[in-house]
């Protein structure tokens, strides 16, 4: 059953926080009916802040800036409940000024990492000047289950879904100096929900932490949705005489293998199209919100390497991620490489 689980998902690798030293410590979450939510908030709240923080670091590093021109904070989770919440002990641990304007977004799962850039584009935009740092955490022992022979997929969520952070700096107009870690420039962001399907993504908080249900019929919901809003985002961009979708570069969120399969299928994408989405999903499993800054960050590396070849590359692209509701998230970008 393990080793089907593993090939159905196509996940090679993914990350967690629970160890056998934290389950020795909280014996309990290895049990089918204890309350537990006490202990696996003690370990999420603390697990998600020590993951922001390291993907932060890095990517203040990456962007050559003091932490003190943060204007603003974006802070994506559904991996922890307190107050304050994780944003504020995120911007302590980073000495963010006390005046850093912070958003946080809490229970957005999948799509909540191009939410919040979505969010961070609007912030940029509005105040001239602004640096905004967006910042996504979650782990899955919110959600943990012990194995049991009464729920024998429940290995294949395990196989799935993994912990991890990510973190981007996003701004309206670049400074000097600041051209080497530009990416990407968004230009149009877009959210929609499809109506009657509340249910196909759901998720409910208990004493044993949160169960989570998704619906066989979500890879068909996104399938059926795809197309429309995909070109509501492209509208008036269409150039004569292309391969239409396959003129784009695509960072679309791993939620799994059915997902992909569908998103290529249905708008007719070329295999290699979706490669830095496969990647990620093999690397590092269906990290929540954190999985669409993974497959920008193999986007990123593709683009510098075609470049450096002499490779001319797509200007444009879609970013998609797909989430509880059912929530799409989409964002044309044009690449700076």
Known sequence: MIDYAGKNTTVKRRYTVLSHDLLQKYPELTTQVSPTIRQRLDICNAA???LAHKAAMSCLGDWGRPAANITHLVYVSSSELRLPGGDLHLASRLSLRPDVARVPLYFLGCYGGVAALRVA???AENNPGSRVLVVTSETTAIGYRPPSRDRPYDLVGAALFGDGAAAAVVGAEMEPGEEKAAFLEMEV????????????????????????????DLPEVIEGRVEKFCRRLIQGM???GGDGFNDLFWAVHPGGPAILNRVEEKLGLWPEKLRCSWRALSDY?????????????????????????????????????????????????????
């Open 48 to 50: 998600v802040t020590d």
């Open 238 to 240: 269409e150039r004569e």
């Open 121 to 123: 584009k609007d912030l």
């Open 285 to 337: 499993g269906n990290a929540s919100s954190n999985t669409v800054f993974y497959v920008l960050d193999y986007m990123r590396e593709e683009m510098r390497r075609k470049k450096n070849g002499g490779e001319r590359g797509e200007e444009w692209g879609l970013v998609l991620a797909f989430g509880p509701g059912v929530t799409f998230e989409g964002i044309l970008v044009r690449s700076l490489i």
């Open 189 to 216: 962001a877009v959210q929609e929900f499809l109506e009657g399907t509340a249910g196909v993504v759901d998720g409910k908080m208990g004493e044993q932490g949160v169960s989570f249900k998704l619906g066989r």
